[in-house]
């Protein structure tokens, strides 16, 4: 099941660490850590191999595959030693990345990109595209109202920032969609009508890797254990792209609105606190949480819970780009149309769905490629 996966931020820290990631799996250089779709509890699903993954990309940037490799094995995010051994995929991958969309003519750009992804398949006879948005945050703004159904929308693409524009090129030209990233991506109800008429399946978003990966074991447990969260604060310290992009107030408040949904919708209630994200250049790819939660047990008695997450951003996320690629494609081959809830346990917003709690969103995760 030979299938195509084209990063949207091709050339970024994510994508980097994904190509790497896989052409080391391939060549049995590393064990499959980190990668969900190799648990046992997905053998009998019907996923492409991981050795049949294609890679190519759109991005705006021109610096090279192999010199972000380079930066990112300097950092400790990638062992150097397995980038000297995955050079030629390196190079191949770099070979399909194509000119992102920066500006100009909206429906000129959606030509070029469904030209390039079409001439992807095509060229390496893949039976279906992925697309994955692992590009920076975009700041969310209010749907225009011709958002709101598909002959309004493709009557006015200018109203679409770069974010959904890929993700309305993606599914026009028949290709599953996944927003890895908190913008607003496919999460428009005209975009929802186009994937449902081509019939091609999306899931999203923002992908959660750290802090609030954490939080959807824990505020579950709260909940279960009766006791009263009475706020609940975090700090996050990132470096890289990611955290330069975050720093603009506007690009996080995305982030910002993704990680807070989860509290309020596990517990029931509206919790104090604030979620904060400062950016610290000397971090690198790297990332660092603090978590400070007051809590109320028997007797009105006031407690407290804190933890530390430290993890390398693009190296937690690779393994996840695999797996959703691998699930997508597995879920169009199935037939699946329109968004795929049961990839929650993937993320912070997930789409149609309110359920937080990691180990109910394993379950159905388990349950749903069980079927395909």
Known sequence: MRTGVW?????????????????????RLVPPVGCVSELPDFAGARLPDVADLVFGGHDVTGIPLA???EQLARGGAVPEHVVRQVGPAIEAAEAEIRPGHQDGDPGQAVERLRDDLADFRRRHDLERVVVINVASTQPRSEPHPATRDLASLEADLHVLDSSSLYAYAAMGGGCAYVD????????LPALRELALSRGVPYAGSDAKTGETLVKSVLAPMFAQRALRV??????NLLGGGDGQTLADP?????????KGRLTTEVLGYPVDGDIHIDYVPDLGDWKTAWDHVSFEGFL??????QFTWQGCDSTLAAPLVLDLARFMSAAQAAGRAGPVPELGFFFKDPVDT???ALSRQFDALVAWAGAL
Not at 250 to 258: E, Q, R, T
């Open 230 to 235: 009475r706020s609940w604060s975090g700090t």
């Open 67 to 69: 010199k972000r490799a």
């Open 7 to 27: 990063l949207i931020g091709a050339r970024g820290s994510v994508a980097t660490a994904t190509v790497i990631g896989a052409a080391a799996l391939r060549a």
């Open 180 to 187: 890895f990233t908190p913008s607003t991506g496919g999460r």
């Open 250 to 258: 506007l690009a996080a408040s995305s982030k910002i609105s993704s």
């Open 354 to 356: 309110t359920q937080h």
């Open 300 to 305: 009105g008695v006031g407690m407290t819970l």
